[in-house]
């Protein structure tokens, strides 16, 4: 009895370990599965990708992204893991730079009315 409960209670301890390991793995595990033809969900549905697609992580500067890319052809599965530059980061950090100069310029216009 006291060997079953000690089994039971080692099962239950390596199944938490292992539940925690694989949240930690995957923090966004974001799915890409449909390409619109604008940046909105109401607009025309482009491609449906026949493939597993996600996002499982994004670097510190958002310039690097992590992703899973998996498919099957026939009785044969592919996944392939790895790391992508997109740079997103940069991309937002010259948007935001570009507003303060344009309030800048709508200030300093005012200021001199």
Not at 37 to 62: C, G, M, Q, T, Y
Not at 89 to 103: I, M, N, P, Q, S
Request: no cysteine; proline share 4%; charged share 25%.
């Amino acid at each position: 009895m006291k060997r079953a409960l000690l089994i039971a209670l080692a099962i239950v301890i390596l199944t938490g370990i292992a539940l925690a390991s694989t949240a930690a793995k995957d923090p966004y595990n974001i799915q890409v599965k449909k390409l619109y033809s604008a940046p909105d969900e109401n607009s025309n549905l482009v491609f449906d990708i026949p493939i597993e697609v996600k996002l499982l992580d994004v670097s510190a500067d958002a310039n690097w992204h992590k992703v899973k890319i998996a498919f099957s052809f026939g009785p044969l599965n592919y996944t392939y893991i790895g790391w992508t530059k997109i740079p997103v980061g940069d991309v937002v950090a010259e948007r935001v730079e570009k507003a303060k100069l344009a309030k800048a310029l709508e200030t300093e216009q005012i200021k001199e009315e």
